[in-house]
């Protein structure tokens, strides 16, 4: 039996989206073949690294703009989402959240090679409530 997916997170680590975001680009057609939204987010670290930048919220969410205007997904319905903190607990808490009944993410930090799961997958993987779909890089 089917489940009915209604609401597919992707969370885009907008560090690595100008060379890789395959997950992205495979949840929009999950999202086409199953008719559900796309909830498209990144998250902003708590204390950023580049001191130019002074509100990390702000700066990430015109990023994450830049990005869904540069990869557009046509025929989905879309809602982009920034978060605050850490990025494996802000996916989980914000899946949880929002009863998404899917998370579709990239396997690792494009620095990782082949088999291993990055941290972030892992605990993904380990913590969501809903199923997770795993892209290799």
Known sequence: MSRD???????VNLRHAKSDYGAYE????????????????TV???FERNLNIRDSK?????ELKKFLAAHPAEGVEMEAVVRTGA???QIVK??????????VMES????VQDYLLGT????VVTHAKCSVYVVRS
């Open 5 to 11: 997916t209604k609401l597919i997170l992707c969370p």
């Open 26 to 41: 495979e949840a929009i057609a999950m999202a086409k073949r199953r008719g559900a939204k796309l909830l498209v987010a």
């Open 44 to 46: 902003a670290p708590e």
């Open 58 to 62: 702000g700066f990430w969410g015109d």
């Open 87 to 89: 990025v494996h607990r």
């Open 94 to 103: 914000l899946a949880d959240e929002r009863n998404v009944d899917v998370i």
């Open 108 to 111: 690792a930090n494009p620095k």
């Open 120 to 123: 972030t997958a892992s605990h």
